[in-house]
């Protein structure tokens, strides 16, 4: 076994010195705007990268970084710790309250969301040369338990201002225990626009995940013992398994007013003054869970409670459309003017189609309603002495009449040891209509008719930030009419009020070759009969960076994640959904990750073995009720960048 780990560490090894004599010398720091040249060519090398959020542009840094090349599992490298099912690609919920925000809209695939990407998500690039980039990672073993995840991206610009994105993404991972295999598949295509007047962004974006479900381990003492995980016994030992479908297009553009002015280099340059925006998104989303176990399964009421279609077999869809239209003016901040703010303003009106099961066999219901909503927004995002932004939007007309959704943020800048800081603080206040399915829903195991009231929610938030050595914050939220999914996975509401706070820190200590980076999370919870977090849970990375033989660059440490005891919400295969549990708690498990991150020139290699000291420091060993965290395992991965 190890003697197989060391042959493929010699083989990346040499890819690695190989691949340094294929590439020039040039190195880009992947910020929103990198420059750097190559020593053979007298082309500057610029890359902008950004994402297009609810029509704002937000840049942000392509990670070609050593630092965290390790950490590739999103459900873990977007949070400190998860309730989840124990293998990359299955459901999950992050353990941070405030993280739990669904962009989708689709109630079905919220705990799937971070695998895949999205318009929200979708990387947009403006580049002078051809940016391609290779990410690989599997498993040591590739027919056991094997893990294999590829990503490929490229990108160009046709012109100064028109660039294409070609984004594809794969994952397959068996898993280690029986019926636990996942499947993802992410096509993206999009491309900009980026004219003095006209801006236009678009992306189609579809995504398809298979996920085989067992229920969860039949008897947790099972994990205990020195079983191999193959002959560990599930609550569904076969059949079982899920599928959800996602296709999004989605088109924003708009036409800039405005006028040229003389800059100090002597150059015309356009001010936009005014803009008319509208954007287009169409959307088709669909789950599916089958089951087709013999008879006997669904008499076991612990897996199934209720049979209401099929005696027999369990074949369930769930579809969800939106069509959706947004028209929007903006007025711009002006820089040639010394008193100025931004201002928007905007209407939308969405076409929402779902179809679910009847309680008949091979019949559904189908229901079509709409939403209009309006709403505008004023900022000062140029200053720099206080920055603020005001927004607000109103559902007016359909299902989703009486929504509101209030925030308001104050940024203040500051100079700090020759650095950069701010000091941020916001409130938001919500009225948010259930969702349809939170309402109502068919299948064979589970039916519900709810009129539940309008949620409340409020929430306030701060932060400072110190460059990238030290943030520090806090997050309140106040709750009313909230709902939840109880011990037998059917949506309650509750009309106690109740709150959730947070603290968290986040550091990066350094010293020479030492490095130590932290995430720390405090979080109480007034009333935790509907809502269950751990009251702290750390991510500790510790490591010690050098060159290796003068050239390349070379990371050794180890990982450490941990949450406290709490009872961590059960998960239920039929409709996908975490729901509160009071069987047992699960957490007090610290995970060790053992890891080596070697760059050389545009080319990164990850090595690192998991759950290092799994079966040494505790038995205790789940991500959520009845699904273990995986024992020890190793795991490689390599990426290369190419700039031509």
């Known amino acids: 076994m190890y003697i197989h780990r060391f042959f493929i560490l010699a083989i990346l090894l040499g890819a690695l010195q190989l691949s340094s004599y294929a590439q020039s010398e040039l190195d880009a720091t992947s910020e929103d705007k990198s420059e750097s040249k190559d020593r053979n060519d007298s082309i500057d090398v610029v890359i902008r990268t950004w994402h297009l959020k609810n029509g704002e542009i937000e840049p942000f840094k392509f990670d070609t970084l050593l630092e965290q090349f390790q950490n590739y599992n999103p459900a873990y490298r977007n949070d400190i710790t998860a309730t989840y099912q124990g293998n990359q690609g299955l459901a999950y919920q992050s353990n941070n309250f405030f993280k739990r925000e669904p962009e989708s809209g689709f109630y079905f695939y919220?705990?799937?969301?971070?695998?895949?990407?999205?318009?929200?998500?979708?990387?947009?690039?403006?580049?002078?040369?051809?940016f391609t980039l290779l990410d690989y990672s599997q498993s040591e073993n590739k027919n056991a338990k094997s893990e294999t995840r590829l990503n490929v991206l490229h990108t160009q610009n046709v012109t100064d201002k028109l660039n294409l994105i070609l984004d594809y993404f794969t994952l397959k991972s068996q898993g280690q225990y029986i019926n636990q295999e996942t499947k993802d598949r992410s096509i993206n295509l999009g491309g900009n626009y980026l004219g003095e007047q006209y801006i236009a962004h678009w992306a189609f974006v579809s995504n398809k995940l298979s996920t085989q479900e067992n229920g969860g381990i039949a008897n947790d003492n099972l994990i205990n013992d020195n079983t191999a995980t193959e002959n560990i016994s599930f609550r569904i030992n076969s059949g079982a398994d899920s599928r959800i479908v996602s296709n999004t297009l989605k088109y924003d553009h708009l036409y800039r007013l405005g006028k040229y002015v003389e800059n100090e280099e002597g150059e015309e340059v356009f001010i936009p003054r005014v803009s008319f925006e509208h954007v287009l998104l169409i959307s088709g989303n669909r789950r599916e869970y089958n089951d087709d176990t013999p008879k006997r399964k669904f008499q076991d009421k612990s897996i199934y409670p209720n049979v209401y279609r099929n005696q027999n077999v369990t074949a369930d869809t769930v579809r969800f459309r939106r069509f959706s239209n947004r028209f929007q003016i903006n007025a711009y901040e002006a820089p040639d003017r010394k008193y100025t703010f931004g201002k928007s303003a905007f209407i939308e009106n969405e076409l929402i189609g779902v179809h679910v099961p009847d309680k008949e066999v091979e019949t559904f219901i189908k229901k079509n309603y709409n939403n209009t909503f309006i709403g505008g927004r004023i900022y000062s995002s140029k200053s720099k002495f206080l920055r603020w932004d005001a927004q607000a939007k109103f559902g007016v007309v359909g299902y989703k009449s009486g929504d509101s959704d209030l925030k308001a943020t104050l940024s203040k800048p500051v100079k700090l040891f020759n650095d950069t800081a701010s000091f941020t603080g916001s409130v938001r206040i919500r009225n948010i209509k259930p969702d349809y399915f939170q309402n109502f829903y068919r299948s064979n195991h589970y039916q519900w008719d709810n009129d539940f009231d309008f949620m409340q929610r409020m929430d306030v938030n701060f932060n400072f930030k110190f460059s990238d050595k030290l943030e520090l914050g806090g997050n309140y939220a106040l709750l009313s009419n909230y709902i939840y999914n109880d011990e037998k996975v059917l949506p309650k509401q509750t009309s106690k009020k109740f709150s959730v706070a947070g603290i968290?820190?986040?550091?990066?200590?350094?010293?020479?070759?030492?490095?130590?980076?932290?995430k720390l999370l405090l979080q109480e919870v007034s009333d935790d009969s509907y809502l269950r977090l751990p009251q702290f849970q750390g991510y500790l990375s510790t490591f010690i960076k050098f060159r290796m033989a003068k050239v390349m660059k070379t990371?050794?440490?180890?990982?450490?994640?941990?949450?406290?005891?709490?009872?961590?919400?059960?998960?239920?295969?039929?409709?996908?959904?975490?729901?509160?549990?009071?069987?047992?708690?699960i957490g007090n498990y610290p995970v060790f990750d053992l890891f080596a991150n070697l760059k050389l020139k545009r080319t990164r290699a990850f090595f690192i073995l998991q759950n290092a000291a799994s079966g040494i420091i505790g038995k205790n060993q789940f991500s959520a009720l009845h699904y273990p965290i995986n024992k020890r395992t190793f795991r490689l991965g390599i990426s290369w960048t190419f700039y031509d």
């Not at 969301?113 to 998500?121: A, D, F, I, L, T």
């Not at 990371?555 to 941990?562: E, I, K």
């Open 110 to 130: 919220k705990n799937y969301e971070n695998y895949v990407n999205s318009p929200n998500k979708f990387r947009y690039f403006n580049t002078t040369v051809p």
């Open 555 to 585: 990371q050794l440490g180890v990982d450490t994640r941990y949450f406290t005891e709490f009872y961590g919400d059960a998960f239920d295969p039929a409709t996908g959904m975490f729901h509160i549990q009071n069987e047992r708690k």
């Open 504 to 518: 968290y820190l986040n550091g990066h200590i350094f010293s020479g070759f030492f490095n130590m980076r932290t």
